[in-house]
């Protein structure tokens, strides 16, 4: 309480079961061909290593919107693995730096009960393609084209898709922007130096709504150091 408001990152949670549980698990690489827990999972978060995969170019670029999702088997493609990365720069490791992705998923993550949370920055999500059904620890929150969310660091959510049709093209997927910054959080800007009215206010924001679910044993991938880690918690 001696940290200024605007500061002051603290939240307050009542659950059924304490946060520890299941803790005894322990959280094992994705990716690995001997399957387990995240077998279906892509090793690194974006697809790219980063240390092999990202080269500097001083060209300009572009890139089109994501392209639909093909799954394996006819199976779906759900927010984390349709994560695809586009930039980069920085460390997490070293809190310097942010990451841009694109998305393209068809599939619900409540599907297979997955939830994820990034242990790297925060995420800002702009969908572009069919809303999202972003369900946090805080609550949850519907997230239309025409608007932006953010999920902070630390925070376990999952995310399923509004408005799904595979009847249509144009409803047939969800895709979008991922914004990821490494150091700090995200803010709102004072108004002091452009003015009373710029920008946007508190109160043109929304926060999620505390819900209460208990949906049984899940499977929790963790990104850390743009790796993705992966436990059962009951």
Same mark, same amino acid.
């Given at each position: 309480?001696?940290?200024?408001?605007?500061?002051?990152?603290?939240?307050?949670?009542? #659950?059924?079961?304490?946060?520890?549980?299941?803790?005894?698990?322990?959280?094992?690489?994705?990716?690995?061909?001997?399957?387990?827990?995240?077998?279906?999972?892509?090793?690194?978060?974006? +697809?790219?290593?980063?240390?092999?995969?990202?080269?500097?170019?001083?060209?300009?670029?572009?890139?089109?919107?994501?392209? @639909?999702?093909?799954?394996?088997?006819?199976?779906?493609?759900?927010?984390?693995? +349709?994560?695809?990365?586009?930039?980069?720069?920085?460390?997490?490791?070293?809190?310097?730096?942010?990451?841009?992705?694109?998305? /393209?998923?068809? @599939?619900?993550?409540?599907?297979?009960?997955?939830?994820?949370?990034?242990?790297?920055?925060?995420?800002?999500?702009?969908?572009?393609?069919?809303?999202?059904?972003? #369900?946090?620890?805080?609550? #949850?929150?519907?997230?239309?084209?025409?608007?932006?969310?953010?999920?902070?660091? +630390?925070?376990?959510?999952?995310?399923?898709?509004?408005?799904?049709?595979?009847?249509?093209?144009?409803?047939?997927? /969800?895709?979008?922007?991922?914004?990821?910054?490494?150091?700090?959080?995200?803010?709102?800007?004072?108004? +002091?130096?452009?003015?009373?009215?710029?920008?946007?206010?508190?109160?043109?924001?929304?926060?999620?709504?505390?819900?209460?679910?208990?949906?049984?044993?899940?499977?929790?991938?963790?990104?850390?150091?743009?790796?993705?880690?992966?436990?059962?918690?009951?």
């Amino acid at each position: 309480f001696t940290a200024p408001r605007c500061d002051n990152r603290r939240v307050w949670l009542y #659950r059924k079961r304490p946060s520890a549980s299941g803790t005894s698990s322990h959280f094992a690489p994705c990716g690995g061909e001997g399957g387990g827990v995240g077998g279906s999972l892509p090793s690194f978060f974006g +697809g790219a290593d980063w240390s092999a995969d990202m080269r500097l170019d001083p060209n300009p670029m572009r890139w089109g919107p994501a392209p @639909a999702p093909a799954g394996d088997e006819g199976g779906g493609v759900n927010f984390v693995r +349709g994560a695809r990365t586009m930039l980069g720069s920085g460390d997490p490791a070293r809190k310097s730096g942010l990451g841009i992705y694109v998305y /393209a998923c068809d @599939a619900d993550m409540s599907a297979d009960s997955t939830s994820m949370y990034n242990s790297d920055g925060d995420f800002l999500v702009v969908p572009q393609q069919l809303g999202l059904a972003i #369900r946090t620890e805080l609550g #949850r929150m519907d997230v239309k084209p025409g608007e932006i969310c953010v999920v902070p660091r +630390g925070v376990v959510f999952s995310v399923d898709l509004l408005g799904l049709d595979k009847s249509s093209a144009e409803t047939s997927f /969800a895709r979008g922007y991922i914004l990821e910054i490494f150091r700090g959080h995200f803010k709102l800007p004072e108004l +002091g130096p452009i003015g009373s009215n710029g920008l946007a206010n508190a109160r043109d924001f929304l926060h999620p709504v505390a819900e209460c679910a208990d949906d049984g044993p899940c499977t929790i991938v963790n990104k850390f150091g743009q790796r993705l880690f992966a436990r059962t918690s009951p």
